[in-house]
Each structure stands twice: as C-alpha cells, then as structure tokens.
C-alpha cells in the first residue's frame, strides 16, 4: 500500500518560514519524480515545485526564489522549504509522487497539509 504523509502545515506570519516534508511507503522512492502543489479556496490545484529521480528541480514563477524543494532518497522524504512567505500562499499543500514505467503511468498523492499566512 502506498502512503505520502505530508506535515509541518500550520499558520505563521507574512516573511515567515515553514518547512513541509512528506515521507513516502510502499514504493521505490528514488525512482519517482516528486512534487509539491497546492490549492487555494476556489482555485485549481497548481503545481508549486517538482524534483526528479536526479534531483532536478523546477518552480513555479510564483515561488521562485523564496521555497526550495529536495529530496533524502535515504530517508525517503521530500521537502519544500518555503521562506518569505506571503498571505497568497496559503493553500492546502500536497506531495504528489509519480513516474512511467513500461508505458503505464503511476501516480500517488498525500492527504494535504494546510498553511495558513497570516498576521
């Protein structure tokens, strides 16, 4: 079975800094391209960062600059650092895992986490 548990969500003021992980089971972790997106109130579920098996990263223009994305292949976890954060952040967080393997295509998704920028 697989599971992405995603944490470190909470409230915290504009400038502020989180950091969410998301730990993954039940598959080849260093073989999966991992992501992180968010969804607002009212809004699509956007894509905020990737990171692929080679530890290539890509951001959206919104957060360039301010979060960064890794991964601990070890440990299995994916992380998103997120530094000055702004009130249009806030969104429910989710890790996403996915990857193709003999023309079928595997895709995974966490529970959420909610941040919430605030004063």
């Known amino acids: 079975q697989v599971q992405l548990a995603e944490s470190g969500g909470g409230l915290v003021q504009p400038g502020g800094s989180l950091r969410l992980s998301c730990t993954v089971s039940?598959?080849?972790?260093?073989?999966?391209?991992m992501g992180w997106y968010r969804q607002a109130p009212g809004m699509q579920r956007e894509l905020v960062a990737v990171?692929?098996?080679?530890?290539?990263?890509n951001y959206a223009d919104s957060v360039k600059g301010r979060f960064t994305i890794s991964r601990d292949n070890a440990k299995s976890t994916v992380y998103l650092q997120m530094d000055s954060l702004r009130p249009e952040d806030t969104a429910v967080y989710y890790c996403?895992?996915?990857?193709?393997?003999?023309?079928?295509?595997?895709?995974?998704w966490g529970q959420g986490t909610q941040v919430t920028i605030s004063s």
């Open positions: 996403n895992g996915g990857r193709v393997r003999l023309g079928r295509n595997y895709e995974y």
């Open positions: 039940g598959i080849i972790f260093s073989t999966y391209t």
């Open positions: 990171i692929t098996s080679s530890g290539s990263a």
